[in-house]
Nanobody
Framework: QVQLQESGPGLVKPSQTLSLVCTVSGGSITTNYYYWNWIRQPPGKGLEWMGAITSSGSTYYRPSLKSRTSISRDTSKNHFTLQLSSVTPEDTAVYYC?????????????????WGQGTQVTVSS
């Protein structure tokens, strides 16, 4: 059973960089052909797909966030990371990592096989 677990600071100051790690157990992030995604849900809003990294290391980003987003991985630790720069209070959300079998940018729950439990990140001074 694949399990994903997000970790990172719960509070980030405006203009700083948000950094989160998704640690995967029960399966390797290099196993073909999966996509490892970051998705967020701002308060009172729907799910928003942010980006993904594939089992081979290719990355895909939401166009509106591309200039501020970087997704990378550490295969030795079997985890992948999200960095979101120049954050504002509008980046306050619950951040999830999830696995999918295809590139899915819709952010609908059914598109992803496995989810982390989510981590609340608040951007505030």
């Amino acid at each position: 059973q694949v399990q994903l677990q997000e970790s990172g600071p719960g509070l980030v100051k405006p203009s700083q960089t948000l950094s989160l790690v998704c640690t995967v157990s029960g399966g390797s992030i290099t196993t073909n052909y999966y996509y490892w995604n970051w998705i967020r849900q701002p308060p009172g809003k729907g799910l928003e797909w942010m980006g993904a990294i594939t089992s081979s290391g290719s990355t895909y980003y939401r166009p509106s966030l591309k200039s501020r987003t970087s997704i990378s991985r550490d295969t030795s630790k079997n985890h992948f990371t999200l960095q979101l720069s120049s954050v504002t209070p509008e980046d306050t959300a619950v951040y999830y990592c999830a696995r999918s079998s295809a590139l899915s940018t819709a952010g609908t729950k059914a598109s992803y096989n496995y989810w982390g439990q989510g981590t609340q990140v608040t951007v505030s001074s």
